[in-house]
Structures are given as structure tokens and as C-alpha cells.
């Protein structure tokens, strides 16, 4: 089941990366020219706001429907993919786009119930750092294919999207015979008693708002990195090729994932691998943008660090709430929903003021928004619990 689930976001992640590498390519498809660079990246809004709303959609159909169903319902909208692609215009694209969001957002959410109930405590990390993974072994395979057939799959970005959707029909039948139902309000591996927690609990947690508000800051710096400027910055940085360095940032992050685990396997205190690698995560993406426009070779060596830097604390971060005493597979997935609808989006609003920055002001003012806007995860870092 855990397979099956990883196995959708990673073709949700080649879904959404290729959707932003080929932007330009269907923007001229339904435009007939260039738009702005706010309109170029609506897609990535909406999917994001799609996110946002997934999150509170994904807890009621668990509670209500139970895991197997609420997961037949994930991956019947992230079947969209293949829909969006043939939509008559711009906005019929986007909206099936945002329903696909709705589902790969679900699948993220319904893989911590299924680590909650299946996977004993000592492994929880190692589960939960293949989990954080996916997404990069998606968009580090989607920056190659990009890297290597840029013109045969930008020649007609309709195939493209229709080949990598398809996959998503394969994993929904293989969900039907195999899955599973189980209780979601105990923790079966700690024997604890039932454990009642609700969205009211949830929003009186302060541990929930910290971790959320954290964790938009470092979404704000890794979804940018891997979906909006790849398109774009070849406009701003003719030398730089962003397939190349996307590749460099998800390809690294799947190496400090690994890291990351072994830490976390250890008696290493959890704030201060997240102070230092969330603080030079964020210095060494500030100099890939520095760097860009005079010296490429610096901003391709400082991308596969901050890449690596990212996800040597991600599987940490996101094991944090399993850590927490009293947890039970509903409750976690409340806490995530609420910490990923929250984090979504402060993002969202971050990435629109973003784009607004660098359609007014140009590279360099929306590069320094960047920045510190991103710098929120290491402030709020500081302040979250430590559960080693």
C-alpha cells in the first residue's frame, strides 16, 4: 500500500515539473505568444491553492470513508492529469490541473496513517525519509529526461503530459485489489488506548501553527527552486540551463535524504541539524541566483548544495509529529493537513508577491524576496520542540 502511494507522488511530482518545464510551449498553445510572468505561472498557484484545500478534504474522507476508499478517492483526481491535457483552453487546463493537485495533495497526506499503523517505531524515519524522497526521485528523473530529450519532449507537450498521466490508471487498479482497510484512532504498534483528537485540538496546538509556519519558508524555497525557475530563468540568466540545475537540486536532495535518515537514526539532537542545514540550505540558493548572470559553474555547484542541504533535514522535519508522544494515525493525518494547508498557503501568498516583484521590479528584487522570505523556516526552527 505504502508503495503504491509513493509511487503516485513521484508521477504526481513528473506531472507537476513537466507541466512547468514545458509552460512556455503551452502557453503558446493557447495564448499564441508570451503572457506575463504571473500568468505563465497560475498553474503553479492553482495547483498549490488545490493543495491547500486537499489537505482538509483528505482528514474527513479518512474518518469518514476509512484509508482504502479515502485513497480510491485521491487517486481517482489525480487521474485528472490525463484530462487537463486535452481541456479547449488555458483555464478548462487549469482547473483539471488543480483537480490533479487535490489528489497527489491527498496521497502525500493518507502516506502518514499508512506509516502510523503498518511500520514499527524504529523504522518510522527510514519510512518517512522515502516517503519526503518522492518527490525528488520524480523531479530528479524529469529534469534528466529534460536534460537529455528537451526537443523531442517539448516537440508536442500534450503526448509528453498524456504518457507520464497514464500511469497514474495503472497505480488506481493496483490499488483496487491489493488495499486494505484499518483503525486510524489507534496506535496499534504502541498499544496505546484510542486517541481522540479533532481540527478543534489541532488549531489550539501551538506545536501545529510553529511547524506550519516553519515549513512554508521551506517550501517557498524548494518549490520555487524546482518548478518556477527552471522556466524562467534562462529569461534573467542567459547562460544558465534550468533543467541542469533542477536536476542538480533534486538529484543531490535524494543523496541527503539518505543522510538525513542515518542522522535521524541517531542520538543527534533534531534543532540543531535543522539550524545549520536549513540556514546554509538557504546562503547556498542565495548564491545561486547571485552568481547566475557572471558565473554559471558557481550557481550549478551552490544548487546541488543547497539541494543536498534541504533534504538532509526533510525526513527529520517531517518525522517530528511521529516523535510527539500520544500519536495515532488520525491524529497525524489531522496535524498534517492543517500543517500543509497552513504552509500552502503563506507559500501561495509568497509566490504570488513573487511574481509580482519580478514582473514590476525585475530578477534582483524578487531574487532578495526570495531569500528572506524563505528565511522564516530557520526563525521558526528555532522555536519548535525537541523530540529526540
Known amino acids: 500500500m505504502l508503495a503504491i502511494l509513493w509511487c503516485a507522488y513521484v508521477i504526481f511530482a513528473m506531472n507537476w515539473i513537466s507541466g512547468s518545464n514545458l509552460s512556455s510551449e503551452i502557453v503558446q498553445t493557447f495564448f499564441g505568444g508570451s503572457v506575463e510572468p504571473i500568468i505563465q505561472q497560475v498553474v503553479n498557484y492553482t495547483i498549490t491553492a488545490a493543495r491547500v484545500v486537499a489537505n482538509f478534504v483528505a482528514a474527513y474522507i479518512l474518518i469518514k470513508k476509512g484509508p482504502k476508499k479515502a485513497v480510491i478517492v485521491a487517486l481517482f483526481f489525480l487521474m485528472f492529469s490525463v484530462v487537463a491535457v486535452w481541456m479547449p483552453n488555458y483555464w478548462a487546463y487549469t482547473i483539471a490541473r488543480m483537480v490533479m493537485a487535490l489528489g497527489g495533495s491527498m496521497v502525500v497526506i493518507y502516506m502518514n496513517p499508512v506509516v502510523a499503523h503498518y511500520i514499527p517505531p524504529k523504522k518510522k524515519m527510514i519510512a518517512n525519509a522515502w516517503n519526503t524522497v518522492s518527490y525528488n526521485v520524480g523531479a530528479f528523473v524529469t529534469s534528466i529526461l529534460f ?7 517539448k516537440a508536442n507537450w500534450q503526448v509528453t503530459l498524456s504518457v507520464m498521466a497514464v500511469l497514474t490508471i495503472i497505480l488506481f487498479l493496483m490499488w483496487l485489489l491489493i488495499a486494505e482497510d484499518f483503525d486510524t484512532k489507534s496506535n496499534v504498534m504502541e498499544q496505546t488506548k484510542e486517541i481522540e483528537y479533532s481540527y478543534r485540538d489541532a488549531l489550539k496546538d501551538t ?18 527552486a524546482v518548478t518556477s525557475f527552471p522556466s524562467v530563468i534562462s529569461q534573467y540568466a542567459t547562460k544558465m540551463n534550468g533543467s541542469l540545475m533542477n536536476m542538480l537540486v533534486t538529484g543531490f536532495a535524494i543523496i541527503g535524504t539518505i543522510v538525513g535518515m542515518k ?119 528555532a522555536r519548535l520542540p525537541e523530540t529526540k
Open 207 to 224: 506545536f501545529v501553527w510553529r511547524y506550519a509556519i516553519g515549513f512554508s519558508g521551506f517550501l517557498f524555497l524548494y518549490v520555487l
Open 263 to 381: 542522522i535521524g537514526l541517531t542520538d543527534t539532537k533534531r534543532k540543531k541539524v535543522l539550524l545549520f542545514s536549513g540556514a546554509l540550505m538557504i546562503v547556498s540558493y542565495g548564491a545561486v541566483l547571485y552568481f547566475a548572470n557572471n558565473t554559471p559553474i558557481i550557481s550549478y555547484i551552490c544548487a546541488g548544495i543547497s539541494g543536498f542541504c534541504m533534504y538532509i533535514q526533510y525526513p527529520i522535519y517531517m518525522n517530528l509529529p511521529h516523535e510527539m508522544p500520544n500519536m495515532s494515525a488520525q491524529k497525524l493525518t489531522i496535524i498534517f493537513s492543517l500543517c500543509w494547508a497552513i504552509a500552502y498557503t503563506v507559500y501561495t501568498l509568497f509566490t504570488i508577491i513573487w511574481s509580482l516583484l519580478l514582473g514590476s521590479y525585475g530578477w534582483s528584487i524578487a531574487s532578495i524576496f526570495y531569500i528572506l522570505a524563505s528565511s522564516l523556516y530557520v526563525v521558526i526552527a
Open 147 to 153: 536534460v537529455i530529450f528537451s526537443k523531442q519532449l
